[in-house]
């Protein structure tokens, strides 16, 4: 039997969404690096402000 459209996109967005947790084991050290990098502000990265400010081919 074959499931409804509705059903067959919600089992894959429910696989998609699995398949992309991971488990991540790391040392205090390593989470305290990490922690303190999330931390952190954002980089000013010259040439993404260039790009995004930019039309989208898509939109084009």
Known sequence: MVKPES??????????????????LVTKEEYDWLSGRLDEEPRNI???TDLFSQPSVFES
Not at 7 to 24: G, I, N, P
């Open 7 to 24: 059903e067959q996109k919600r089992s894959w967005m429910s696989d998609d969404t699995c398949a992309s947790q991971q488990l991540l």
């Open 46 to 48: 010259p040439a993404l």
